[in-house]
């Protein structure tokens, strides 16, 4: 359990019993970001040409190769101090060092993809699954949220396929999205990313953690005007973060993509996007809305709602285990 966390009761989850103890916490953030250089700067600088070099004379079936002969040159890690967390990885078929080393080559493959978009481009061939959820939120006139999954290949490519579909999508995100949380790599490392996906992306919201409710009211001003508002999954930003089951163990998520689906009167619409290794195609399936309207107030709709959206992982990681980005971030779960 999270030191002086307020615990409260959520709906059910799938399969996990009559009742799930949900773990709520709220955080400070500081305003601003710390270290002008790191270390993981430098190593980007380092694999910055390769990434460079493949995503111009390497065909692309061959990337993940590229990728994977890299990671054996470090020493990948996961979670191995919980019991539940080490049990899950086993149960999904990431446990292995070779396992541990797939997991590490698809990020490297996503920063191949982003290099390659801003050299020449880059044209994968997508399939956007569920746009009858798309439309349908349009046609309610209020727009939705894209709660997307943190899986390797999200980023660059569920923009894309928004695009090719003619939906306009702003993204929330914060200032430290792309490849560095350091203030030389948010000033000159991070705009290769943002660039990439801002051809694609009709815009960008930046948290201002200074005065985050002025972002999260852009949001809202979005979503009023019948457009969609997308936001990756994860820990990074909001003050709220909710824990919720996943098989054994416990994820945490912020807790602001239903908060403001909910205030805005948009639908929360659930995003995940993997890669059949076999074809190369990228799959973006939208999924059904998340009810946010049952829950008798506040925190059981944020607890409901994130507990909906992680038992939606599930089919997801049992397929694609090794395109997760999130499994070294896996606790013990405590149901008490």
Same mark, same amino acid.
């Given at each position: 359990?999270?030191?002086?966390?307020?615990?409260?009761?959520?709906?059910?989850?799938?399969?996990?019993?009559?009742?799930?103890?949900?773990?709520?916490?709220?955080?400070?953030?500081?305003?601003?970001?710390?270290?002008?250089?790191?270390?993981?700067?430098?190593?980007?600088?380092?694999?910055?040409?390769?990434?460079?070099?493949?995503?111009?004379?390497?065909?692309?079936?061959?990337?993940?190769?590229?990728?994977?002969?890299?990671?054996?040159?470090?020493?990948?890690?996961?979670?191995?101090?919980?019991?539940?967390?080490?049990?899950?990885?086993?149960?999904?078929?990431?446990?292995?060092?070779?396992? @541990?080393?797939?997991?590490?080559?698809?990020?490297?493959?996503?920063?191949?993809?982003?290099?390659?978009?801003?050299?020449?481009?880059?044209?994968?061939?997508?399939?956007?699954?569920?746009?009858?959820?798309?439309?349908?939120?349009?046609?309610?006139?209020?727009?939705?949220?894209?709660?997307?999954?943190?899986?390797?290949?999200?980023?660059?490519?569920?923009?894309?396929?928004?695009?090719?579909?003619?939906?306009?999508?702003?993204?929330?995100?914060?200032?430290?999205?792309?490849?560095?949380?350091?203030?030389?790599?948010?000033?000159?490392?991070?705009?290769?990313?943002?660039?990439?996906?801002?051809?694609?992306?009709?815009?960008?919201?930046?948290?201002?953690?200074?005065?985050?409710?002025?972002?999260?009211?852009?949001?809202?001003?979005?979503?009023?005007?019948?457009?969609?508002?997308?936001?990756?999954?994860?820990?990074?930003?909001?003050?709220?973060?909710?824990?919720?089951?996943?098989?054994?163990?416990?994820?945490?998520?912020?807790?602001?993509?239903?908060?403001?689906?909910?205030?805005?009167?948009?639908?929360?619409?659930?995003?995940?996007?993997?890669?059949?290794?076999?074809?190369?195609?990228?799959?973006?399936?939208?999924?059904?809305?998340?009810?946010?309207?049952?829950? @008798?107030?506040?925190?059981?709709?944020?607890?409901?709602?994130?507990?909906?959206?992680?038992?939606?992982?599930?089919?997801?990681?049992?397929?694609?285990?090794?395109?997760?980005?999130?499994?070294?971030?896996?606790?013990?779960?405590?149901?008490?």
């Amino acid at each position: 359990m999270i030191p002086g966390a307020n615990v409260i009761n959520a709906s059910r989850g799938a399969g996990w019993g009559p009742s799930l103890k949900i773990n709520v916490r709220k955080r400070k953030r500081a305003s601003r970001s710390g270290a002008f250089f790191t270390s993981e700067d430098l190593g980007f600088l380092f694999r910055l040409p390769i990434f460079a070099i493949v995503s111009l004379l390497v065909p692309e079936a061959r990337w993940r190769n590229v990728c994977l002969w890299m990671e054996r040159l470090k020493r990948p890690s996961l979670p191995q101090g919980d019991i539940a967390p080490r049990q899950d990885l086993a149960a999904f078929g990431v446990a292995g060092g070779a396992d @541990r080393r797939r997991v590490g080559a698809m990020r490297s493959e996503h920063n191949i993809q982003i290099v390659r978009e801003r050299l020449v481009g880059w044209a994968p061939e997508i399939e956007l699954c569920g746009l009858e959820h798309l439309d349908a939120a349009r046609q309610a006139g209020h727009g939705a949220v894209l709660w997307i999954a943190h899986f390797a290949f999200n980023a660059l490519a569920a923009k894309m396929a928004f695009a090719r579909a003619d939906f306009e999508v702003f993204h929330v995100s914060r200032p430290e999205h792309g490849f560095s949380k350091s203030r030389f790599g948010i000033r000159f490392l991070n705009p290769i990313r943002t660039g990439a996906e801002l051809k694609y992306a009709a815009g960008r919201v930046v948290i201002d953690r200074a005065n985050p409710a002025a972002s999260m009211n852009e949001a809202r001003r979005l979503l009023r005007q019948n457009r969609f508002v997308s936001i990756t999954a994860g820990a990074w930003e909001g003050e709220l973060l909710v824990s919720a089951r996943i098989g054994q163990s416990a994820m945490e998520l912020a807790g602001g993509a239903p908060r403001l689906a909910k205030v805005a009167g948009a639908q929360l619409l659930p995003v995940f996007v993997v890669r059949d290794d076999s074809s190369g195609k990228i799959r973006v399936s939208v999924e059904r809305p998340i009810d946010l309207d049952s829950r @008798r107030d506040k925190a059981e709709m944020i607890q409901g709602a994130t507990q909906d959206f992680a038992d939606r992982h599930l089919p997801y990681l049992k397929a694609y285990p090794h395109q997760w980005r999130d499994w070294e971030k896996l606790t013990a779960f405590d149901a008490r």
